[in-house]
């Protein structure tokens, strides 16, 4: 008599091979489960299982970050405005705003001014102007 319940999916070098070569194009790991025809918790439980697989996996998605890294370098060279404003707030930490630090060097708001005047009601009050 034959088990009841679902056929069993094994780890085969023919997945391995397809699984990097998913995660090189930057797919996530439900994108890569469903384009190997399986369940997101399948591969999750199989890359537990197989450390090639999860190896693979991370080899392919590093590659694709790194493929991608090199030609936004490209770019930043070629006088990308983009691309230099990009790579410049993701790797080396700028932003669209300067921050201002407090005394521990951390992010702090900007320190504002507030002048209080009494108003004894028969004139209006005079405000100063800055420019």
């Given at each position: ?48 299982e197989s ?74 009050p005079q ?5």
């Amino acid at each position: 008599m034959a088990k009841a319940g679902r056929k069993r999916i094994e780890v085969t070098p023919k997945m391995i091979a397809d699984a990097e070569r998913f995660a090189a194009t930057g797919l996530t790991y439900d994108q890569i489960a469903a384009a190997l025809g399986i369940a997101g918790d399948t591969l999750r439980r199989k890359r537990i299982e197989s450390k090639t697989l999860d190896e693979v996996i991370k080899k392919g998605r590093a590659n694709a970050v790194a493929e991608v890294v090199n030609k936004l370098y490209e770019m930043a060279m070629e006088k990308n405005l983009g691309a230099v404003i990009w790579f410049l707030k993701q790797y080396a930490g700028h932003h669209d705003s300067p921050a201002f630090t407090d005394a521990k060097n951390e992010v702090a708001p900007a320190p504002v001014k507030i002048n209080v005047m009494q108003y004894d009601g028969r004139k209006p009050p005079q405000l100063e102007r800055r420019h």
